[in-house]
């Protein structure tokens, strides 16, 4: 599989993340096969494909939330650990946001930012405490720093939330459908910090059903079916000439063709 163009890593240079003949099973359900991707440093990748084509699998094993049966995963060239601290380094490496925002409920906004990277990355509290303001300020939260999770809406919560994984000083970002639960209204505030972000470098993986962001930040796009990415193409070219029947018939249901 060709590794797409825009924002390409140096030659030689170590792709950020590389998946090599990725199989992995939940009982009879074959659900990744056979996958190969490469992300240069610096690339937003989307991820698109109708429900239960593996999207969120492919995305929770980068950083090992899902163990995989075969094939290998790297990240910036490190064969990723099954268990240990390496695995606890890796997954401060590869920052994931998911749907549902988890923060820790009876922590302030401004702890919840801190309290990895003070435990894991052991920084010191001032330290940590400065960047973590510095990181709301970004997402535009820093006045309700001393609030609690269930004070803030839930748009407010997905940019904590991206702010508590970037307080690790992450290689790489995977957001896992990030604005799914989110009021209408909420969508964008998430979705501009996350195109800023984009813009900023940070190697992205983007599994959404938001095509608004994948046309405007996304380098490239894969489209998986039943588990394995069936295209992979810059955005301009997946959505105005999909390669595949299951992309041309993905794309006119969601985009109403
Ligand atoms: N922990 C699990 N145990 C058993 N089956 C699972 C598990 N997680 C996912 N699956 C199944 O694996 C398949 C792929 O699921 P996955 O969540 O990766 O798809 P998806 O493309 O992200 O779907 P969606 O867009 O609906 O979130 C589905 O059939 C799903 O039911």
Known sequence: MTVSPSKSADPGSQPMIAMRGVQKHFGSLHVLKDIDLEVPAGQVVVVLGPSGSGKSTLCRTINRLEPIDEGEIRVEGQLLPAEGKDLARLRADVGMVFQ?????????????????????????????????????????????KDKYPAQLSGGQQQRVAIARSLAMDPKVMLFDEPTSALDPEMVNEVLDVMVALAKEGMTMLVVTHEMGFARKAADRVIFMADGAIIEDAEPDTFFTDPKTDRARDFLGKILGH
């Open 100 to 144: 549902s925002f988890n923060l820790f409920s009876h922590k302030t906004i401004l702890e919840n930012v801190t309290l990895a990277p003070t435990k894991v990355r052991k920084k010191s509290k001032a330290d940590a405490g400065k960047r973590a303001l510095e990181l709301l300020e970004r997402v535009g939260i820093a006045s309700q």
